[in-house]
Antibody, heavy 120, light 106 residues
Framework: EVQLVESGGGLVKPGGSLRLSCAAS????????MNWVRQAPGKGLEWLSS????????YYADSVKGRFTTSRDNVKNSLYLQMDSLRAEDTALYYC?????????????WGQGTLVTVSS | SYELTQPVSVSVALGQTARITCGGN??????VHWYQQKPGQAPVLVIY???NRPSGIPERFSGSNLGNTATLTISRAQAGDEADYYC?????????FGGGTKLTVL
């Protein structure tokens, strides 16, 4: 069964840092691009970052560029999101999702998410 | 920046057809994907590349994309179809989601 499990969320003060992880299983992780998407409470989906299978490219949304860093470890079958200089508006449920298809790919499946709360 | 516009809410009578639109400049020239999100759950892909259904998604779900509007159609709507629905496209090297549509089955 293809599965993605996020971890690392929690309560952090403004200006602080947090590192999220996404553990993949049930598929050959190194063959797939991966993504981070977040959802603020009661709001819609916001794409954050995409990383290619071999890390040859990494893309970011403007809202997190320069503050968040996406990486992956294809040996550990894991995806990471290093979040620095956190703000209250970064409070959200953070999902990892596998990219599927070539070119304009879609996200399938998604993990269940990990909650990040930024508050003093 | 590229924007996708979805109605905030759509209502449909039980057993009738619901249509959820996703508007964008020349969206017909892009591949549109659709996700269903039920309360407290992660999003689930229901349509990819405009009109393709993943395995396990009922045939009642279909999609189209032409001009400036992509449409997700849900035939014979069921109570279990109540959810938020999001469209998604790639624009250059970024991903854009629509704002989401809450589907209510009456």
């Amino acid at each position: 069964e293809v599965q993605l499990v996020e971890s690392g969320g929690g309560l952090v003060k403004p200006g602080g840092s947090l590192r999220l992880s996404c553990a993949a299983s049930g598929f050959t992780f190194s063959n797939y691009n991966m993504n981070w998407v977040r959802q603020a409470p009661g709001k819609g989906l916001e794409w954050l970052s995409s990383i290619s299978d071999s890390t040859s490219y990494i893309y970011y949304a403007d809202s997190v560029k320069g503050r968040f860093t996406t990486s992956r470890d294809n040996v550990k079958n894991s995806l990471y999101l290093q979040m620095d200089s956190l703000r209250a508006e970064d409070t959200a449920l953070y999902y990892c999702a596998r990219a599927y298809g070539s070119g304009s790919n879609w996200f399938d499946p998604w993990g269940q998410g990990t909650l990040v709360t930024v508050s003093s | 920046s590229y924007e996708l516009t979805q109605p905030v809410s759509v209502s449909v009578a039980l057993g009738q057809t619901a249509r959820i639109t996703c508007g964008g400049n020349n969206i017909g020239g892009k591949n549109v994907h659709w996700y269903q999100q039920k309360p407290g759950q992660a999003p689930v892909l229901v349509i990819y590349r405009d009109s393709n259904r993943p395995s396990g998604i009922p045939e009642r779900f279909s999609g189209s994309n032409l001009g400036n509007t992509a449409t997700l159609t849900i035939s014979r709507a069921q109570a279990g179809d109540e959810a938020d629905y999001y469209c998604q496209v790639w624009v250059s090297s970024t991903v854009v989601f629509g704002g989401g549509t809450k589907l209510t089955v009456l």
